[in-house]
């Protein structure tokens, strides 16, 4: 995978961060007791740990893995 | 006295795992292995330790006390930018301290920045301001365990003997357990505040008979309906909140943590699961925090839900003085605490007093940390360990912890906490506008050491001014702003009920952006200073 792409994802997860579409809604309250502004930043961080599980197994710095001796 | 005895009791196991429990015997002794685990942790320790590790008091009762009085907005603030943030900065950052301290040794960032820049004094200005910013942390945890332990036992035990007991044991077992026993502490420490969670919204929510009829009631009353949605931050204000996370990695016991690792594939469990561990503390800290707002039958929260409307009731009519101790009324930093006391059988409360040890103690890695800079940074690098041995690298690493802890203790009797609290707000603007320091040594071959100094001063004069700003320029109620530089007709340095703001933003995004700016502009005019090809060549290979 690209730097780029990389960076376009990283970019696309931090900017749905910024969620000012439910700035000012509480309802639903979903499962009856989350507002939809908790309820959303829970399931951003979930897919957040999703985003960063496809980094890890497509972007990884294996070239910092090789056996390395002490300089 | 049950919670007293079980907080007595975690303290002395806390102190047997950090000395005896997880020591190695085919580890070699050496400054390496005190300073760093040898640099042999395993993946599950790894991750809950260095997660344990960016917990501290705030996370289970902070985190709670500032949704009491703000709302849901306090998980976005700090919780789901952090998750985004933290992990990348492991991943990008992180991974590459790890194969640095592999290949040449480093123990600490100054290191790895006096090799990467060339230069020796530079690196101690850059040592002497991570280390002034790292104090009010450990000053903070031992007024934490004082005022802790003077809680839970009912006013048992004072404010000087909690705090002192506090002390000797992460003294203790940093003095003798080193980086394994303060990993091995943490992660015992993270496993608490995990199950924590979801027992204290389980028993809670049986207390309060459901969570469904307090949220519709505070969404029935135009008190407490804004307390559900964000419609009272501004969204620079929620936007500027994302930069904070970037102190993390900056922070030095985060990056001396990162050499810890003994592969670098441990680090791949860390970055997918650092999130979930984010949720699973403080969804429950947060949701708690919110409805207490509803838990007025518990005595004490009914006080500070009144504190709270004379308050916002009385506005600019109140003195100063009226509003001060209106908002020392108010503050929800024990909302947690008093909900358990309210709901909760005396076991969880017991637990409950273990688990806010566990956060108040979470200064153990930061007094290693300023034990390691020390010893690498100034005695090594002035060249006491060529004179004096390895031996009397350790021993001195481990007077300057005893030493350290005993003048946080003399200073927290004597001084009051509020000073410390605002200092280790800095604390964070600071280590986020340190952070290009890492970005530019890492990525960027043109980067110089002159750079690195004037981001460095940068951040040093702007903490210093923020702190000025702050405490000299009364807090003005809230919703008003009180103008400290305009030009034009725009206020551009304002100072807000929450704090300074800059055009509208949290000091730590200029902070944060003008250091950046600084190294690159700064490195562009020295760029006759960049180091020699060979060092270059140890960064940027190929």
């Given at each position: 995978?690209?730097?780029?792409?990389?960076?376009?994802?990283?970019?696309?997860?931090?900017?749905?961060?910024?969620?000012?579409?439910?700035?000012?809604?509480?309802?639903?309250?979903?499962?009856?007791?989350?507002?939809?502004?908790?309820?959303?930043?829970?399931?951003?961080?979930?897919?957040?740990?999703?985003?960063?599980?496809?980094?890890?197994?497509?972007?990884?710095?294996?070239?910092?893995?090789?056996?390395?001796?002490?300089? | 006295?049950?919670?007293?005895?079980?907080?007595?009791?975690?303290?002395?196991l806390v102190m047997y795992l950090g000395i005896f429990a997880f020591r190695s015997?085919?580890?070699?002794?050496?400054?390496?292995?005190?300073?760093?685990?040898?640099?042999?942790?395993?993946?599950?320790?790894?991750?809950?330790?260095?997660?344990?590790?960016?917990?501290?008091?705030?996370?289970?009762?902070?985190?709670?006390?500032?949704?009491?009085?703000?709302?849901?907005?306090?998980?976005?603030?700090?919780?789901?930018?952090?998750?985004?943030?933290?992990?990348?900065?492991?991943?990008?950052?992180?991974?590459?301290?790890?194969?640095?301290?592999?290949?040449?040794?480093?123990?600490?960032?100054?290191?790895?920045?006096?090799?990467?820049?060339?230069?020796?004094?530079?690196?101690?200005?850059?040592?002497?301001?991570?280390?002034?910013?790292?104090?009010?942390?450990?000053?903070?945890?031992?007024?934490?365990?004082?005022?802790?332990?003077?809680?839970?036992?009912?006013?048992?035990?004072?404010?000087?003997?909690?705090?002192?007991?506090?002390?000797?044991?992460?003294?203790?077992y940093?003095?003798?357990g080193?980086?394994r026993g303060?990993?091995w502490v943490?992660a015992f420490?993270?496993?608490?505040?995990?199950?924590?969670?979801?027992?204290?919204?389980?028993?809670?929510?049986?207390?309060?008979?459901?969570?469904?009829?307090?949220?519709?009631?505070?969404?029935?009353?135009?008190?407490?309906?804004?307390?559900?949605?964000?419609?009272?931050?501004?969204?620079?204000?929620?936007?500027?909140?994302?930069?904070?996370?970037?102190?993390?990695?900056?922070?030095?016991?985060?990056?001396?943590?990162?050499?810890?690792?003994?592969?670098?594939?441990?680090?791949?469990?860390?970055?997918?699961?650092?999130?979930?561990?984010?949720?699973?503390?403080?969804?429950?800290?947060?949701?708690?925090?919110?409805?207490?707002?509803?838990?007025?039958?518990?005595?004490?929260?009914?006080?500070?839900?009144?504190?709270?409307?004379?308050?916002?009731?009385?506005?600019?009519?109140?003195?100063?003085?009226?509003?001060?101790?209106?908002?020392?009324?108010?503050?929800?930093?024990?909302?947690?605490?008093?909900?358990?006391?309210?709901?909760?059988?005396?076991?969880?409360?017991?637990?409950?007093?273990?688990?806010?040890?566990?956060?108040?103690?979470?200064?153990?890695?930061?007094?290693?940390?300023?034990?390691?800079?020390?010893?690498?940074?100034?005695?090594?690098?002035?060249?006491?360990?060529?004179?004096?041995?390895?031996?009397?690298?350790?021993?001195?690493?481990?007077?300057?912890?005893?030493?350290?802890?005993?003048?946080?203790?003399?200073?927290?009797?004597?001084?009051?906490?509020?000073?410390?609290?605002?200092?280790?707000?800095?604390?964070?603007?600071?280590?986020?506008?340190?952070?290009?320091?890492?970005?530019?040594?890492?990525?960027?071959?043109?980067?110089?050491?002159?750079?690195?100094?004037?981001?460095?001063?940068?951040?040093?004069?702007?903490?210093?001014?923020?702190?000025?700003?702050?405490?000299?320029?009364?807090?003005?109620?809230?919703?008003?702003?009180?103008?400290?530089?305009?030009?034009?007709?725009?206020?551009?340095?304002?100072?807000?009920?929450?704090?300074?703001?800059?055009?509208?933003?949290?000091?730590?995004?200029?902070?944060?952006?003008?250091?950046?700016?600084?190294?690159?502009?700064?490195?562009?005019?020295?760029?006759?200073?960049?180091?020699?090809?060979?060092?270059?060549?140890?960064?940027?290979?190929?």
């Amino acid at each position: 995978m690209t730097r780029v792409a990389i960076a376009v994802i990283l970019a696309v997860l931090y900017g749905l961060h910024q969620d000012f579409w439910l700035w000012r809604e509480a309802r639903p309250l979903v499962f009856g007791v989350l507002p939809i502004g908790l309820f959303y930043h829970a399931a951003y961080t979930v897919a957040t740990a999703v985003v960063l599980w496809v980094l890890v197994r497509i972007a990884w710095p294996s070239h910092l893995e090789e056996p390395v001796t002490r300089a | 006295m049950v919670q007293t005895g079980v907080v007595l009791a975690y303290l002395a196991l806390v102190m047997y795992l950090g000395i005896f429990a997880f020591r190695s015997r085919r580890a070699a002794p050496g400054a390496e292995e005190y300073f760093v685990a040898g640099r042999k942790l395993g993946p599950a320790v790894f991750l809950l330790s260095l997660f344990g590790t960016n917990m501290t008091a705030f996370s289970i009762l902070g985190a709670s006390g500032h949704a009491f009085a703000n709302g849901i907005v306090t998980y976005g603030l700090m919780a789901s930018s952090s998750a985004l943030v933290i992990p990348v900065s492991l991943l990008l950052i992180g991974t590459r301290l790890w194969a640095l301290g592999k290949r040449h040794g480093f123990m600490t960032p100054v290191q790895m920045f006096r090799d990467r820049w060339e230069c020796g004094h530079i690196g101690t200005v850059i040592f002497v301001v991570q280390a002034v910013l790292l104090v009010p942390y450990i000053i903070i945890a031992v007024m934490g365990g004082g005022t802790t332990l003077h809680t839970v036992s009912g006013g048992r035990v004072p404010f000087w003997l909690g705090g002192g007991l506090v002390s000797l044991v992460v003294t203790t077992y940093v003095f003798f357990g080193g980086m394994r026993g303060t990993a091995w502490v943490n992660a015992f420490q993270t496993v608490l505040f995990l199950l924590f969670g979801a027992i204290a919204v389980a028993v809670v929510s049986a207390g309060m008979g459901g969570f469904s009829t307090a949220m519709e009631s505070m969404l029935a009353s135009p008190a407490t309906a804004p307390l559900l949605s964000r419609e009272r931050i501004s969204p620079l204000y929620f936007l500027s909140y994302t930069f904070i996370p970037l102190s993390s990695i900056a922070f030095p016991h985060i990056a001396i943590f990162c050499l810890t690792a003994e592969r670098l594939s441990h680090f791949k469990k860390t970055i997918v699961f650092y999130p979930l561990c984010m949720l699973a503390i403080w969804l429950p800290s947060v949701f708690l925090g919110v409805a207490a707002n509803r838990a007025t039958d518990v005595p004490a929260i009914a006080a500070k839900v009144e504190a709270r409307a004379e308050l916002a009731a009385g506005g600019p009519a109140l003195s100063q003085d009226a509003r001060d101790r209106l908002r020392v009324q108010a503050a929800g930093d024990d909302v947690i605490l008093r909900l358990v006391e309210g709901y909760a059988p005396l076991w969880l409360a017991a637990l409950l007093g273990a688990a806010v040890m566990a956060a108040v103690m979470a200064s153990d890695s930061q007094i290693l940390a300023l034990s390691t800079m020390f010893t690498e940074d100034v005695f090594t690098f002035y060249g006491g360990r060529r004179r004096f041995g390895e031996a009397m690298q350790v021993r001195t690493g481990r007077a300057f912890v005893v030493l350290l802890t005993a003048i946080a203790y003399l200073v927290a009797l004597r001084m009051p906490q509020s000073i410390f609290d605002l200092a280790t707000q800095y604390a964070f603007a600071g280590y986020a506008a340190l952070s290009p320091l890492l970005v530019a040594a890492l990525f960027w071959r043109g980067s110089t050491k002159w750079g690195a100094l004037a981001s460095t001063v940068w951040t040093a004069a702007a903490v210093a001014f923020v702190a000025v700003v702050q405490t000299t320029v009364a807090p003005p109620p809230p919703g008003a702003g009180v103008p400290i530089l305009t030009i034009g007709d725009i206020d551009v340095v304002t100072r807000a009920a929450a704090g300074m703001m800059v055009a509208g933003f949290l000091p730590v995004v200029p902070m944060t952006v003008i250091s950046a700016l600084l190294m690159v502009v700064v490195s562009a005019l020295t760029a006759r200073t960049q180091p020699a090809k060979d060092t270059l060549a140890k960064y940027f290979p190929g």
